[in-house]
Every structure is written in C-alpha cells, then in structure tokens.
C-alpha cells in the first residue's frame, strides 16, 4: 500500500515539491555558511520525492544551533515550502482519494519549517535515530 500512495503522490505534487527543495538546497550551497542549510534542503527533497514509510524524529541533543538556524530557515525558504505544502494538501483534500495525501503534505509542513534537529527514518524502526544509525 505504501508503493501505491508513493507513485501517487510522485505523481500529484512529490515531484514538484521535491523540485522547490533542490533549488532551496542549491540556492543555500552557493555560500559556504548556508551548506548545512542545503544539506537538509537536499534530504527533505528526499523525503518529499517519496514520504509513505518514513516519518520524521527530532533529535534530542540538537542545541541552540540548530533553533537559530530553523529561524534563519523560515525566513529565507522554510515559510515557502510550507505554503506549498499547504496548497497542494489542500488541492488533494478536495477529493475522496487524495485525503491521505492532502494528509501527508499537511504532515511535511513543521519539517518544511525547521529541518535542522530532524532526521528521517523509516516507519518499520522509528527508534534508529537513538541507537547511533544516521
């Protein structure tokens, strides 16, 4: 069921969403202290390209750093791939069969919003992220 969702959604908006993280991520690796900034750009483009089977966790010992960088974040693309996410989860929720995906993308706004102090794991073990396994 997860493949299923996933063609789906590449289809509908994963592609384009995932297009607007790589250009956030490419934009944010032209100046050497904005590279962590792409860096996550660049996984969340992932993320976006096929999200059913994966979730996000917030690592716990992710510090003042990683808070100042989300505020930086938001204000130069995180507020933006937000709306979009939020545009097409609403463009999905207007039919019967895109609820789960107007869902998902609803789902994909506070990592679009603070992607620094997140990782992404897969669904079957959420717990990796505190054993060590990045």
Partial sequence: MKTILNIIWLVLSGLWMAIGYVVAGIICCILIITIPFGIASFRMANYALWPFGRTVVRKPESGAMSTIGNVIWIIVAGIW??????????????????????????????????????????????????????
Wanted: with cysteine.
């Fill in 81 to 134: 791939l937000a709306i979009g996410h939020l545009t097409t989860g609403i463009a999905m929720c207007l039919t019967i069969i895109g609820i789960p995906l107007g869902i998902a993308s609803f789902k994909m706004i506070p990592i679009s919003l603070m992607p620094l102090g997140a990782q992404i794991v897969s669904t079957d073990n959420p717990q990796q992220v505190y054993q060590g396994s990045y």
